[in-house]
């Protein structure tokens, strides 16, 4: 089936730093989407992406729709403490379908550099 | 605008019983999805319902089910319980589901010993 190929799966960062993420599958999404969770929580939707090659932005957040439409990335920047969290990317290749066709990556691990 | 929310948060049951898992969606909502997120195998989609039917469901057991209400809350129940059901479970809820973007409630954590 679909799969997500997320990466890097952990890093940490110091505070001020940049952070970049990515998420790329060989197959075609309509949608993409960006989450964070926090421990014990659900996910928080960051940035929808509609549209081969968009790029949004949310504060600090940047997120791109890969043009071929199989890949997105994700940016950081200046991080913060409170960036710590796992962020999830995640791709719909059905418009209208289900949400049953929400795929999800296996997650990014953001954590402070000790 | 309250959010999606779940109960109970958390939840501890033995082998064999049956639970039941509740989610109310936002006010207007009307597609609620259910997840299990494992350490393993991350977030995998449960089953979707719309206006009261299920319109999409994913590789679980027919140990798990789910049903929705006139005024669109859903639970999801699993019965004879496995230690691996285990898990924090999600659901998210979106206007007419599809292409909409969905948002999700904070989960239950059930723990099966």
């Known amino acids: 089936g679909q799969q997500l190929n997320q990466s890097p799966q952990s890093m940490f960062i110091q505070e001020g730093e940049d952070v970049s993420m990515n998420c790329t599958s060989s197959?075609?999404?309509?949608?993409w989407l960006w989450y964070k969770q926090d421990p014990g929580e659900g996910p928080v939707l960051l940035i929808a992406l509609y549209k081969a090659g968009e790029l949004t932005s949310n504060g600090r957040l940047t997120a791109q729709f890969g043009i071929t439409r199989k890949d997105s990335f994700l940016n950081i920047s200046a991080s913060i403490p409170s960036d710590v969290g796992i962020y999830f990317c995640?791709?719909?290749?059905?418009?209208?379908?289900?949400?049953?066709?929400?795929?999800f990556g296996k997650g990014t691990k953001l954590s402070v550099k000790p | 605008k309250a959010g999606v929310t779940q109960t109970p948060r958390y939840l501890i049951k033995t082998r064999g019983q049956q639970v039941t898992l509740s989610c109310s969606p936002i006010s207007g909502h009307r597609s609620v999805s259910w997840y299990q997120q494992t350490p393993g195998q991350g977030l995998q989609f449960l089953f979707e319902?719309?206006?009261?039917?299920?319109?999409n469901k994913g590789n679980f057991p027919g140990r798990f089910s789910g049903r929705q209400f006139s005024n669109s809350r859903s639970e999801m129940n699993v019965s004879t319980l496995e230690l691996g059901d285990s898990a924090l479970y999600l659901c998210a809820s979106s206007r007419r589901g599809g292409a909409e973007t969905q948002y999700f409630g904070p989960g239950t954590r059930l723990l099966v010993l």
């Open positions: 319902y719309f206006s009261e039917t299920q319109r």
């Open positions: 197959s075609i999404f309509n949608t």
């Open positions: 995640a791709g719909l290749s059905d418009y209208g379908g289900s949400q049953g066709n929400l795929i």
